[in-house]
């Protein structure tokens, strides 16, 4: 029996060792990464020029706290702000805690200056913000929420891409909107470019603060550091986690000068956030996709990808859609999708993730190939067709 809690439901491998687009099981077993830790692991497992910089770190100073200037963490905030329209950064640990952090820092800002009613914000329907209590609250899926009542105030959910019942929700209570471009765990779901401008007006005509969440988006994944950019976005407040730290733990909020007296001395904080090992791994992993041009690769790539699982979609009338944008896919079966993702695993080797019942989620590293692609893509196309003749 294990010691653990039960709350995660795990596959029965244990990975030991990782090297670029390749894990190994304990008992020796080579898979083909299209997962990444979750979009975490972007530059491959074990990344050599992030290593060699956290070790560097590792050998001088592994912590200090925030009662202290520390100037790796600062050179990682004059970099995210530089690829960024904000210009203050606040350092945390986790994708949660990055979206806490904006909506304490949206409150108090609203409530400062437009008096303290002005606090709901309103999220989307499918839509993923963690764990905590407000952010679970946040999140646009009653399953996180199940059995954690009573969950706090001030949140309104309306229905993604749709203009209409977003606008019918703000009220004089509003603070803020909150929504991922790219809807992750919710099923690879973009947002309409319409919907995006349609944000970006009544956040100016009603005074609202925008937040969008990268925590999964962010960093590159999807062919711009930050996937509000395909859409012309300003946001306010951008929050991330997940690739920034290439597998060390760290979030992060970016935010508008204007936000910054908000969150004054003692206002808000955390003991890790920003710590010098977390932030070296973060400057380290922004440095390493802007020397090798990740970027442009993401693109071209995903391209790649996107083309190739649009011939599978031709051929397997089971595949009913193919979503997403850079190295972010999703592709939606008219089928159950974990018969598919399990197949891939157990018999081929080839690792992928679900985004609900039905869709196929794909987030190789940035380091993928073109060879690695055509494989998994043929791999794919024969358990499509063992799978269908199974069910
Ligand atoms: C994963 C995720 C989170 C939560 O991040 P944690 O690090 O697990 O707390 C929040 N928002 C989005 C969009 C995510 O994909």
């Given amino acids: 029996m294990s010691s653990l809690f039960p709350n995660y439901g795990r596959w029965p491998i244990q990975i030991v060792k990782g090297e670029g687009n390749y894990l190994w099981d304990a008992a020796g077993n080579k898979y083909l990464d299209l997962v990444a830790g979750i979009a975490v692991t972007s530059l491959g497992n074990v990344p050599p020029k992030v290593k060699a910089k956290v070790q560097e770190q590792l050998d001088t100073l592994w912590h200090c706290s925030n009662l202290f200037e520390i100037p790796v ?100 209570k509003t603070c803020a909107i909150m929504l991922e471009m790219i809807q992750g765990e919710g099923g690879v779901h973009p947002a309409d470019p319409e919907f995006a401008e349609g944000i970006k007006q009544l956040c100016d005509q009603h005074d609202l603060l925008l937040i969008v969440d990268e925590v999964q988006t962010g960093i590159g994944r999807t062919g711009k550091w930050f996937a509000h950019q395909h859409y012309g976005l300003e946001p306010d407040i951008i929050t991330m986690a997940k690739g920034l730290g290439s597998g060390f733990p760290i979030g992060a909020i970016v935010g508008k000068e204007k936000l910054a007296d908000a969150f004054s001395a003692g206002s808000h904080g955390t003991t890790f956030g920003g710590n010098p090992l977390a932030s070296a791994a973060g400057l380290a992993t922004l440095e390493t996709i802007e020397e090798d041009h990740y970027l442009d690769r993401v693109t071209e790539i995903g391209a790649f990808f996107a083309e190739e699982l649009q011939k599978l979609a031709a051929k397997h009338p089971e595949v009913v859609n193919v979503r997403g944008k850079g190295l972010m896919m999703g592709v939606e079966l008219a089928m159950e999708a974990a018969p598919v993702v399990n197949a891939m695993r157990e018999q081929y080797h080839i690792l992928l993730l679900m985004a609900g019942p039905n869709v196929v989620r794909l987030l190789p590293p940035f380091t993928i190939t073109k060879e690695e692609i055509a494989h998994a893509v043929t791999v794919l196309d024969d358990v499509l067709t063992a799978v269908k003749a199974n069910v």
């Fill in 73 to 172: 963490q600062e050179k990682l905030a004059d970099k995210l702000v530089s690829l960024t329209c904000g210009s203050r950064a606040f350092f945390c640990n986790s994708g949660a805690e990055a979206n806490e952090a904006a909506i304490k820092l949206a409150r108090r800002y609203m409530q400062k200056i437009k008096g303290e009613n002005r606090y709901e914000v309103i999220t989307f329907t499918q839509s993923f913000h963690g764990r905590t209590l407000a952010t679970l609250t946040a999140t646009g899926q009653d399953k996180v929420k199940d059995g954690f009542a009573p969950l706090p105030e001030g949140f309104v959910t309306v229905p993604y891409n749709d203009l209409e019942a977003l606008t019918a929700a703000i009220t004089d």
